[in-house]
């Protein structure tokens, strides 16, 4: 069976999109994910998504991350799917109902409402989410936030010591985070502006994590550390976030189709 699909990315967070609302797909594994994610032998991306009809909204996204797991959220691949559908909707995700409308050169997201009940995120045991007792070596007392997928956000003065690729898997995996964790360490630059470096939960280093930017950016908010609208560094580029206490998140940033192709099924089944 020839898959048609669409290769797209949002500041070098690249997904590959199979669009199932017309014709149904077989069913979509966690080895087939693998497969297709595969940047040696597959197509390759940090996510695969699979659109399909909804009943609840104008269309429903499905997300799986390049281990094969099958995750809540995702920012960018959110403002690529906006890009692609090119006209505003509600699109329907396991982490809830989000709204999408296309802009110049990219799109907005509204994100829905944090959570921050340590049962919401979740957490293993009750615990203060917004100053955790815990720490991972240089990294401690994080704040935990729930945007359609969990985070644990550590503010440091200097971004570039920190060993993230060490430090992100360890946190990610810890038994704290029963459904595991999205890890993001971020420097304030100035009262508008953050840098953030983000480990994703089954797909490791990032060059850009929506959700990320949008819990990092909540969580300095809440902390007084910076103002709404916030611009979020990341090594792939920028994205704004706008957020208020008891109000939804929007986001804003690029998302480009790169080339179309179609690939065998039974090749990565």
């Given at each position: ?17 199979l ?5 149904s ?59 692609l559908?090119?006209?505003p ?12 409308e ?46 359609g ?22 946190i ?62 990341l ?35």
């Amino acid at each position: 069976m020839r898959i048609p699909f669409i290769k797209m990315h949002g500041l070098g967070n690249d997904f590959v999109v199979l669009d199932a609302r017309a014709k149904s797909l077989p069913e979509v594994t966690s080895q087939a994910a693998r497969a297709i994610a595969d940047r040696q032998t597959g197509i390759g991306c940090d996510q695969l998504i699979i659109l399909e009809n909804s009943d609840a909204a104008d269309l429903r996204m499905r997300i799986y991350n390049s281990d094969g797991g099958e995750v809540e959220a995702c920012g960018n691949a959110s403002r690529a799917v906006a890009v692609l559908h090119g006209e505003p909707a509600k699109v329907e995700t396991a982490g809830g109902i989000i709204a999408l409308e296309p802009i110049e050169g990219g799109a907005s997201v509204d994100m829905g409402r944090p959570r921050f009940e340590w049962d919401a995120i979740p957490l293993a045991y009750a615990m203060d989410t917004s100053a955790m007792p815990v720490g991972w070596g240089s990294l401690e007392q994080p704040i935990a936030v729930n945007v359609g997928n969990p985070h644990v956000i550590f503010f440091v003065e200097d971004l570039d010591g920190i060993e993230l690729d060490t430090l992100g898997p360890e946190i990610e995996n810890d038994p704290l985070f029963p459904e595991r964790v999205n890890v993001n360490v971020a420097q304030v630059l100035a009262d508008d502006h953050l840098r953030l470096r983000v480990w994703e939960r089954g797909a490791g280093l990032t060059r850009a994590c929506g959700t990320g930017a949008c819990a990092t950016a909540v969580a300095a908010i809440g902390k007084g550390l910076v103002n709404s609208k916030v611009r979020v560094t990341l090594p792939g580029g920028d994205l704004t976030v706008e957020w208020r206490a008891g109000q939804t998140i929007v986001m804003s940033g690029p998302a480009v189709e790169s080339f179309r192709g179609s690939f065998e099924w039974d090749d990565f089944a």
